[in-house]
């Protein structure tokens, strides 16, 4: 069984950044993993996404040239370094790690429980 566990949210100013951290139990060295999001009264949308090796990687445009995931050395963790923080990135980020990369949640067979993001103005 893979367990998912995310860190490194928080309350800050428009502008600053944050480093997300999703530390993955279980098989995950072979997962590809990802980053999602879901604003109060949103749905959830996909932020960014990087590949078991960390060969591939994809981000939604709203957060290119902002945001940057990449993988732990062991393979079994994922980081998002997010930068310019705007208020609209306020959302609870969630961390999945499943078989198949790609930009849809339903790729995704594991989920961790979130961390909250708060951007004030």
């Known amino acids: 069984q893979v367990q998912l566990v995310e860190s490194g949210g928080g309350l800050v100013q428009a502008g600053g950044s944050l480093r997300l951290s999703c530390a993955a139990s279980?098989?995950?060295?072979?997962?590809?993993m990802a980053w999602f999001r879901q604003a109060p009264g949103k749905e959830r949308e996909f932020v960014a996404a990087?590949?078991?090796?960390?060969?591939?990687?994809y981000y939604a445009d709203s957060v290119k040239g902002r945001f940057t995931i990449s993988r732990g050395s062991a393979m079994n963790t994922a980081y998002l370094q997010i930068n310019t923080l705007k208020p609209e990135d306020t959302a609870v980020y969630s961390c999945a790690a499943g078989p198949v990369l790609g930009l849809k949640d339903h790729m995704y067979h594991y989920w961790g429980q979130g961390t909250q993001v708060t951007v004030s103005s």
């Open positions: 279980g098989r995950t060295s072979a997962y590809n």
């Open positions: 990087v590949s078991w090796n960390g060969g591939t990687i």
